[in-house]
């Protein structure tokens, strides 16, 4: 397996490949395939890119429904959460039993959200969320809307968040491995964060890839 227009041996790519599904940094796996830095950077960055197109234009998501925003990034001092000083903020949709879909937001306001939500979300499903206002706009919507106050329980039978915090925590651990991403490609990580959970197995994760580079060669 090549990607398209690229001096590496099927070899080559191949190895990257595999460190990349592995989670192995783009630097390490240089090293480790034998090539220079910035091919193995720039390979993974293609990867990434590929991975992005591919997600962002699958499935629609019905049934029951988990909607949250969280915030990615930055180490200052001071306030956390919600608003934080030098975070990036995403929205994250997430089916029970099913994917998850994570998009980089500019704010967390209801104008931005619920429109991310009608495009992805079937009509007349089930969506929980928190008590955060930006939701309330859901109450008036065509779908079913349920919330949890996690200021005194984090679920109640049916009614939780806990798939896509769940996702979050997944996501900033394989991130903090980098010590560090550039902002203007953190959009390409998440996305990347996202195909790791919802193509589940090293071997899944894998053949998935080789068939959008299939796919992206041939474009």
């Known amino acids: 397996m090549?990607?398209?227009?690229?001096?590496?041996?099927h070899y080559?790519?191949?190895?990257?490949?595999e460190h990349f599904v592995a989670g192995v940094p783009a630097r390490t796996a240089a090293d480790l395939v034998?090539?220079?830095?910035?091919?193995?950077?720039?390979?993974?960055?293609?990867?990434?890119?590929?991975?992005?197109?591919?997600?962002?234009?699958?499935?629609?998501?019905?049934?029951?429904?988990?909607?949250?925003e969280s915030y990615f990034g930055g180490r200052r001092k001071g306030k956390?959460?919600?608003?934080?000083?030098?975070?990036?903020?995403?929205?994250?949709?997430?089916?029970?039993?099913?994917?998850?879909?994570?998009?980089?937001?500019?704010?967390?306001?209801?104008?931005?959200?619920l429109p991310?939500?009608?495009?992805?979300v079937v009509p007349d499903s089930i969506v929980y969320t928190d008590y955060y206002r930006s939701y309330n706009a859901l109450d008036?919507?065509?779908?079913?809307?349920?919330?949890?106050?996690?200021?005194?329980?984090?679920?109640?039978t049916h009614n939780h968040i806990n798939g896509i915090e769940n996702f979050w925590n997944q996501a900033k651990r394989h991130?903090?491995?980098y010590n560090g991403i550039p902002k203007h490609h953190f959009p390409l990580f998440l996305k990347e964060c996202a195909w790791?959970?919802?193509?589940?197995?090293p071997k899944q994760l894998r053949n998935t890839l080789r068939h959008w580079v299939t796919l992206a060669n041939q474009s």
């Open 2 to 9: 090549r990607l398209k227009f690229s001096k590496l041996s």
């Open 12 to 17: 080559q790519s191949n190895r990257l490949l």
């Open 34 to 68: 034998g090539i220079n830095r910035r091919t193995g950077i720039h390979f993974y960055h293609r990867v990434r890119t590929i991975i992005a197109r591919q997600i962002e234009d699958e499935w629609a998501f019905s049934g029951a429904i988990e909607v949250d």
């Open 80 to 113: 956390r959460g919600r608003g934080a000083a030098g975070k990036v903020p995403v929205f994250g949709i997430l089916q029970r039993g099913g994917k998850v879909y994570t998009k980089v937001i500019a704010d967390a306001k209801a104008k931005t959200l």
């Open 116 to 120: 991310i939500i009608r495009d992805r």
């Open 140 to 156: 008036v919507s065509e779908f079913k809307h349920y919330r949890i106050n996690h200021s005194k329980l984090f679920a109640d």
């Open 175 to 177: 991130l903090r491995k």
């Open 196 to 201: 790791r959970f919802n193509y589940g197995s």
